[in-house]
């Protein structure tokens, strides 16, 4: 760790783009090696790219963790940190989610074309609203030949009390926005706050779309351990994970605002051990034990459809659009279950997909799907 901040970078709460943060001092890489992973940061709403992560209330204190902790734990990494306009009052900035992950996507890849590094491997690291923006930035690039290097290339991803089911502060923080609006004459963002209630439309997509790929990543989600003054916790530990079974969930103290906050102090020193470290464990990959393997069937209108290989316990299998609830068909092959047979109603979501969550590790599902009627669920 560092004894004082040697972070050069200028703050400027205005700065938006993808920013590379200087090593501790200029012979970093001849002492260390050159960088074989690149972590980048993504604040959240009304957020900065560099105030986010920094702290420390005197000039020996403040801290960057980004570069002034985390460099001396894992020296080999290269830090970036993406910034945005995610201000709340006073924003005419009409870029939404999926635009933003999309800037983050094209940023990042121009970077790594530009200086060789296409194949290094990637974590990211979001708060709040950043973490829902990594996620849209991931389904993006799984999507779009042009950033399939990323999707291939991220490892993991470490969430700071990301709101997946959203937070009913999103309501206190548009009366907020309202009255500074009012008082300021500012242009508040409330589609920001419109979002990130709960049962959003928008944030459950956002969820539904990156939950199929989230087996290919490794989870780590802190969570606020206390309250954010008055308005107590922002984001609450239901909806701050993923409820996956390969996830690692972590309680840390500090408010949804200084969670992600390390100083030179011997107490935020202690708080960080427990960051670096996911950050290193999540630079592996995720976890291959916890996956199944599944085979599948679907049946609608008698037009059958396949799926099969790896998958997460709590894997989104997407079956024929529309097909409305169904009734499966399960056996389960495997050193200790036996072999047998249940019937269970397999729920219908958005698009099609529909949701279960199979017990056990390394073990053979097959799965025989076959149409329930939409009126013979309650």
Excluded at 214 to 221: C, D, G, R
Excluded at 233 to 251: C, D, G, M, N, T
Excluded at 261 to 268: C, G, I
Aim: net charge positive; charged share 25%.
């Amino acid at each position: 760790m560092t004894t004082n901040s040697t972070t050069v970078t200028n703050y400027d709460k205005n700065n938006q783009g993808l920013f590379v943060l200087d090593p501790p001092h200029s012979k970093w890489e001849r002492q260390y090696g050159a960088p074989d992973l690149d972590v980048v940061a993504v604040h959240g709403l009304n957020g900065d790219c560099f105030l986010t992560w920094t702290s420390g209330s005197s000039k020996a204190e403040k801290a960057t963790w980004l570069n002034d902790h985390l460099l001396y734990k894992l020296p080999r990494t290269r830090v970036m940190t993406f910034g945005y306009n995610a201000s709340i009052v006073g924003n005419t900035s009409v870029a939404g989610i999926r635009d933003n992950a999309r800037k983050l996507l094209t940023l990042l890849r121009d970077k790594r074309e530009d200086d060789g590094t296409r194949r290094r491997p990637i974590v990211f690291i979001g708060h709040s609203l950043g973490g829902i923006i990594i996620k849209q930035a991931l389904r993006t690039a799984r999507n779009e030949p042009r950033f399939v290097d990323i999707a291939d290339c991220t490892k993991g991803i470490v969430f700071f009390g990301t709101p997946h089911r959203g937070t009913d502060a999103a309501n206190w923080g548009q009366l907020i926005a309202s009255i500074k609006t009012a008082s300021f004459g500012a242009r508040p963002r409330f589609d920001w706050f419109k979002m990130l209630r709960p049962n959003s439309v928008d944030l459950m997509n956002v969820s539904e779309d990156f939950r199929p790929l989230a087996t290919q990543y490794a989870l780590v989600s802190f969570i606020e351990d206390n309250p954010y003054g008055k308005w107590g916790v922002i984001v609450e530990k239901h909806s701050a994970v993923l409820e996956l079974p390969h996830e690692e969930q972590f309680i840390i103290s500090g408010d949804h605002s200084t969670m992600c906050k390390f100083s030179n102090t011997a107490p935020d020193h202690a708080r960080f051990d427990t960051v670096w470290r996911a950050i290193k464990h999540a630079a592996q990959g995720p976890d291959t034990s916890t996956t199944v393997e599944i085979r599948a069937t679907y049946n609608k209108n008698n037009a059958p459809r396949q799926m099969a290989g790896n998958y997460d316990p709590a894997i989104v299998k997407r079956g024929a659009p529309g097909s409305g609830p169904a009734l499966v068909t399960a056996r389960l092959e495997g050193p200790g279950y036996g072999n047998g047979q249940g019937m269970l109603p397999w729920q219908d979501v958005r698009g099609g997909g529909k949701e279960r969550v199979v017990a056990g590790k390394g073990q053979r599902w097959e799965e025989t799907v076959e149409e329930w009627p939409n009126e013979g669920w309650k």
